[in-house]
């Protein structure tokens, strides 16, 4: 489907600002250094604008088959989503706080989020959409909650490069490129604060939705449990921060085993547990 061949571009797009974000972050700063991190940055705006065609180009088609649907609906066009969520988070960090080396995060976890549909050979046809999903809460809470692991995927790269970091520092010697242990962990924390939020309000309008889908507000179903197990580990991270002064190696840490749920309540539950959510 056209969709399918713009989604692609879009991955080549974030591939190529990969590059040229991995230039400016190891090359020395100038003048010339700077024309190419603009450079990097266009070329990363260049794909989420390509990605966000896709995914409206992909919605007309949905109209083109009957169905008329936000296409949010199952694996493929989540992972879709979750890689344009994680640009968006970065542009957002980007404009506010100007730490251009995240690109390299952040173009990194996209493309290969968009590979993966496929290296598993996802399904990408466009299905009509099961009774339970028939909602305009599906719109909402989808969203919410993939904001939300977008700022958590940023979370997890940046206490990736801190650990890294550390341990460089400690057996050779850290990375010249990567900012300061101070800098990394507070981005990590931003990132998170950023997430919390969202994560918060996906599963309330979960609820809601469940009450409308299946009755009830809340059925302990695999997926509700493992998302509320995701927030309370965010939620211990940010108690610990706040009232205990967390910060450094134990926050990375945190933050990375907090990512590792995410990553089981997103793909974990729908392959490995049945549930209501198994259509995901």
């Known amino acids: 489907m056209m969709s399918d061949k713009i989604i692609g571009l879009a991955m080549v797009s974030y591939v190529v600002a990969l590059v040229l974000y991995l230039v400016v972050s190891t090359g020395e700063r100038s003048r010339s250094g700077k024309g190419m991190g603009y450079c990097a940055t266009g070329v990363l705006w260049l794909g989420f604008i390509i990605h966000s065609l896709g995914f409206i180009v992909r919605w007309i088609e949905s109209y083109k088959l009957g169905y008329g649907r936000i296409p949010l609906t199952n694996m493929y066009e989540s992972m879709v989503f979750f890689s344009w969520s994680i640009i968006v988070l970065y542009i957002f960090i980007e404009i506010r706080y100007g730490h251009r080396f995240m690109g390299i995060i952040a173009t990194l976890l996209a493309s290969l989020t968009l590979a993966l549909t496929s290296v598993l050979d996802l399904p990408t046809a466009i299905e009509p959409l099961i009774p339970a999903l028939q909602s305009n809460w599906l719109t909402v809470h989808v969203i919410t909650c993939f904001l939300g692991y977008g700022a958590f995927t940023i979370a997890f790269g940046v206490s990736l490069l ?5 341990v460089l520092e400690r057996f050779v010697k850290p990375l010249r490129f990567i900012p300061s242990f101070n800098v990394l962990d507070e981005l990590n924390h931003k990132a998170i604060a950023i997430g919390f939020p969202m994560l918060t309000l996906g599963i309330f ?52 085993i907090g990512f590792i749920v995410v990553i089981f309540t997103y793909w974990g539950v729908n392959y490995l547990i049945s549930g209501l959510h198994s259509y995901a």
């Open 205 to 256: 309008t979960g609820a809601v939705w469940a009450e409308y889908a299946w009755g009830t507000y809340w059925s302990w179903d695999p997926k509700e449990t493992w998302s509320l197990i995701t927030w309370f580990v965010y939620a211990l991270f940010l108690h610990l921060r706040m009232k205990h002064g967390w910060k450094g190696t134990r926050s990375a840490i945190l933050s990375i």
């Open 162 to 166: 801190y650990l890294l970091n550390r």
